[in-house]
C-alpha cells in the first residue's frame, strides 16, 4: 500500500457567492464541505487510480469527526490519529461573477508531545506494510518545525521511500534529512534555494539532500532532476480551469508510477496527465479521467542534458 | 420563563485576518466559534439578567452538535428539535487592519414536513410554560413563509404574548396574525411600508396588524408605538464600537420589561440600555454589564404626541 501523511488536515469549505464585496453581507448560495489537506488529496487520487491508500495523519473535535465521516465514503483506508483539538477549516470563497477565490486558512489545533508520540507509533507500524509514503502539507502548532526530517529517517531506517511536499523551514530541514523525492512548486523552490531559473534551482535543491527533486512549472510541466537524468514533461497546450489540487494529483501520479517500477519518464507522464485532467476538472481536487486517459500519450518528454 | 424560537440556529464564526485581500489567500489568526441565531442571542442576554430563558428551534448535524454543545455551558435550557440537515454556519471575517467585516451566511438545512410538524408539537408544549415567546430570525430552506403567522397564532390561542423579529415576506405575513409586538430595524421597517420616515413608518407597520412596534433607530435608539402610547428612548450621546446583537439585545430587553410588568417607558429603557451595552462590549454579541448598569439612568425617554 501506499501512505499519506497529513498533519495538518483541513475540512475544506467552498462557498460559492454572487460578488464578493469586502466589507458586505454575502448570501452563501453553494456549500461544499470535503476531507481535506494535501496527503488526502493524494490518497483519493491514488485510490482512484486503483491503489491501496492510506492516511494517517492527526485529526480531531468536530470538524474532525465530519472529515472522518466523509473520508468513509472514499476508496482510502482512515488511519488517522486522534488529537483533542478541532481539526481546522479551509474557505474557498469563490466569486461567481469573476470565477476568483479567497481563501481563509485556519491555523489547525496544538498538538501535544503526547498526540505527536502516538501518531510515530502509528506511523512506525503503518511503515511496514508500505511501499512508499508521502509527507505532505504544513505543520499544525505544537508541531517541532523538524518533524518531517524526523518521519524522512524514519522512512529511510525502514527501506521505505519518502516523498517530501511541504514548505518553508519543515521543507529546509526535511530535505537535510535526504527523501528520497521532494515535489516544491516554482515560489517553493525559489524560496528553498534563492533561484528562479528552474533548471538551476532543482539542482541545487537536489544539493541540500533530496535524491531526485520534481519541482512543478505550472502550464509547463514538471521538471524532474533525478539520479538516472534530468527531464521535462510538458501537457500539449495550454488548459483552462481550476489549479487547485493539482500538485497534489501530481505527487499521486509520482508515488503511482514508483510503486509500479515505471522509468523516470513514464513516471512523469503519469504525473502531468493527472495534474492537467485536475486543472480541467469541474470539481477543485477531482481530476477528470477522460482526460487523463485522453491526455497521457501527448504529453512530451524531453531529456536535459547533465548539469555542469 | 421566557421562549425564543430559532428556526434558523447557526453556528458562528469569527476570523480574524492581518488585513482583507479580495482575491487573496489569508491565514486566520484568530478563530471564534459561538452557538447563533437570533432568537439564541436574545436568550443568552435574559439568561445573563436572571430570567429563565428557553431556546427552542431547529438544529441538527455536526455543526448543530456543536452549536448545542457549547449552548450547553450558558445559563439558558436547550429546548431545540432535531433535524437531519446540517446547522447552517455565518461567517464574520474581521479585517484587523480596519476593523471592518465581512459577513457570510450560509442558507441552512431544508427541513421536512415531519421536522416542522415534531417542532410545533415542541412548541405547543413549551408555550404551556411560557410568560412570552419571541419569534426570530429568517426561516431555513423547506418551511413556508407564512410559519411565523402559523406560530403567532398559536401563542395568542395560548395567551401568550408574542414578539416578532424577521424580515421580508415572513414579516409581512406574521405581522397578519397580529403578534403583540414586532422589533424592525429602519431597513426592515422602510421594506415593510415603503416609509423612511420613523413615526410614520411604525404607524403603517401597527395598522398591519402588531398591537405595539418597536423600531430600532440605531444610535437615536428606539421609538415604540404601544396602544398606551408612543415613546422614545434616546441614549447619552454617540457610542463606538460593534453593533451586532445590539437589536438582539433590545429584544431581551422588552421581554425582560414585559414579564416584570414595567410600564412602557421603562420597558424601553432597559431595552435601549441593553442594546447600547452590547455595542460596548468587546465580544460581539454579549453586552458589558457595568456600561448597562451605568446607562440605565441615563437613557432619556420622550413621549410623542398620538398619530393623528
Given at each position: 500500500m501506499?501512505l499519506?501523511?497529513?498533519?495538518?488536515?483541513?475540512?475544506?469549505?467552498?462557498?460559492?457567492?454572487?460578488?464578493?464585496?469586502?466589507?458586505?453581507?454575502?448570501?452563501?448560495?453553494?456549500?461544499?464541505?470535503?476531507?481535506?489537506?494535501?496527503?488526502?488529496?493524494?490518497a483519493?487520487?491514488?485510490g482512484?487510480?486503483?491503489?491501496e491508500a492510506v492516511v494517517t495523519?492527526?485529526?480531531?473535535?468536530?470538524?474532525?469527526?465530519?472529515?472522518?465521516?466523509?473520508l468513509?465514503?472514499?476508496p482510502v483506508r482512515d488511519a488517522?490519529?486522534?488529537?483533542?483539538?478541532?481539526?481546522?477549516?479551509?474557505?474557498?470563497?469563490?466569486?461567481?461573477?469573476?470565477?476568483?477565490?479567497?481563501?481563509?486558512?485556519?491555523?489547525?489545533?496544538?498538538?501535544?508531545?503526547?498526540?505527536?508520540?502516538?501518531?510515530?507509533?502509528?506511523?512506525?507500524?503503518?511503515?511496514?506494510?508500505?511501499?512508499?509514503?508521502?509527507?505532505?502539507?504544513?505543520?499544525?502548532?505544537?508541531?517541532?518545525?523538524?518533524?518531517?526530517?524526523?518521519?524522512?529517517?524514519?522512512?529511510?531506517?525502514?527501506?521505505?521511500?519518502?516523498?517530501?511536499?511541504?514548505?518553508?523551514?519543515?521543507?529546509?530541514?526535511?530535505?537535510?534529512?535526504?527523501?528520497?523525492?521532494?515535489?516544491?512548486?516554482?515560489?517553493?523552490?525559489?524560496?528553498?534555494?534563492?533561484?528562479?531559473?528552474?533548471?538551476?534551482?532543482?539542482?541545487?535543491?537536489?544539493?541540500?539532500?533530496?535524491?531526485?527533486?520534481?519541482?512543478?512549472?505550472?502550464?509547463?510541466?514538471?521538471?524532474?532532476?533525478?539520479?538516472?537524468?534530468?527531464?521535462?514533461?510538458?501537457?500539449?497546450?495550454?488548459?483552462?480551469?481550476?489549479?487547485?489540487?493539482?500538485?497534489?494529483?501530481?505527487?499521486?501520479?509520482?508515488?503511482?508510477?514508483?510503486?509500479?517500477?515505471?522509468?523516470?519518464?513514464?513516471?512523469?507522464?503519469?504525473?502531468?496527465?493527472?495534474?492537467?485532467?485536475?486543472?480541467?476538472?469541474?470539481?477543485?481536487?477531482?481530476?477528470?479521467?477522460?482526460?487523463?486517459?485522453?491526455?497521457?500519450?501527448?504529453?512530451?518528454?524531453?531529456?536535459?542534458?547533465?548539469?555542469?
Amino acid at each position: 500500500m501506499i501512505l499519506t501523511v497529513t498533519l495538518n488536515t483541513a475540512l475544506d469549505l467552498t462557498y460559492r457567492v454572487p460578488a464578493l464585496v469586502p466589507h458586505g453581507s454575502h448570501r452563501v448560495t453553494e456549500v461544499d464541505e470535503r476531507p481535506g489537506g494535501k496527503g488526502l488529496n493524494v490518497a483519493r487520487v491514488l485510490g482512484a487510480l486503483g491503489h491501496e491508500a492510506v492516511v494517517t495523519g492527526l485529526a480531531g473535535g468536530p470538524n474532525g469527526e465530519t472529515l472522518r465521516d466523509r473520508l468513509a465514503g472514499l476508496p482510502v483506508r482512515d488511519a488517522l490519529v486522534p488529537v483533542a483539538g478541532n481539526t481546522r477549516r479551509t474557505l474557498a470563497v469563490v466569486d461567481a461573477a469573476t470565477g476568483d477565490t479567497t481563501q481563509f486558512n485556519e491555523p489547525g489545533p496544538t498538538v501535544t508531545p503526547e498526540e505527536w508520540a502516538a501518531f510515530l507509533t502509528t506511523y512506525e507500524s503503518l511503515l511496514r506494510e508500505a511501499e512508499a509514503v508521502a509527507l505532505c502539507g504544513s505543520l499544525p502548532p505544537g508541531i517541532h518545525v523538524g518533524a518531517y526530517a524526523e518521519l524522512v529517517r524514519r522512512a529511510r531506517a525502514a527501506g521505505v521511500p519518502a516523498l517530501l511536499d511541504t514548505s518553508g523551514e519543515p521543507l529546509r530541514r526535511g530535505i537535510a534529512a535526504r527523501p528520497d523525492l521532494v515535489k516544491p512548486n516554482a515560489d517553493e523552490l525559489a524560496q528553498l534555494t534563492g533561484s528562479r531559473e528552474p533548471l538551476r534551482a532543482t539542482h541545487a535543491a537536489r544539493r541540500r539532500g533530496a535524491r531526485t527533486v520534481v519541482s512543478s512549472l505550472g502550464p509547463e510541466g514538471i521538471l524532474a532532476a533525478t539520479p538516472e537524468g534530468i527531464w521535462q514533461a510538458t501537457p500539449p497546450g495550454k488548459v483552462l480551469g481550476n489549479p487547485t489540487g493539482a500538485g497534489d494529483s501530481a505527487v499521486a501520479g509520482l508515488l503511482s508510477g514508483l510503486v509500479d517500477a515505471l522509468p523516470w519518464p513514464d513516471r512523469l507522464v503519469r504525473a502531468a496527465a493527472l495534474a492537467t485532467a485536475t486543472v480541467l476538472a469541474p470539481t477543485a481536487g477531482d481530476f477528470d479521467r477522460a482526460s487523463y486517459e485522453d491526455l497521457l500519450p501527448r504529453i512530451t518528454v524531453t531529456e536535459h542534458a547533465p548539469a555542469a
